[in-house]
């Protein structure tokens, strides 16, 4: 009876910290965030640039600690080549005003 419990117990257990990692660790950035992501481009699916002029005024409008973490994010190899043209935008602003 005490190894029944026990493997029970083990395998709630298991189960439980798969599910806490998965939901932790999904491989999104906030580069996949729509709602931080949308005033820098001109289409719901996130696939269309605005023009540069207006990629400069929504990247002005955004805080100094979001524009650094998503040059961190483009910083990161993986994450800069799903995101290609919005990375080399940031970069060609400095990442800054």
């Known amino acids: 009876m005490n190894i029944k419990m026990l493997s029970i117990g083990a395998l709630a257990l298991t189960m439980m910290t ?3 990692l998965a939901g932790g ?3 999104t950035s906030a580069l996949d965030d ?3 992501m949308s005033p820098f481009f001109t289409d719901a699916g996130m ?3 605005k ?3 207006e990629f400069k005024v929504a990247w002005l409008a955004m ?3 979001d524009r650094a973490g998503i ?3 483009c910083g990161d190899e993986a994450i800069a080549k799903s995101h290609d043209n919005f ?3 940031t970069k060609q602003l400095g990442g800054a005003n």
């Open 87 to 89: 990375c080399k935008m």
């Open 18 to 20: 798969g599910a806490a």
């Open 25 to 27: 660790t999904t491989g």
């Open 34 to 36: 729509q709602a931080k």
């Open 63 to 65: 805080k100094d600690d």
């Open 71 to 73: 040059m961190k994010e």
């Open 51 to 53: 023009s540069e002029k």
């Open 47 to 49: 696939k269309t640039m």
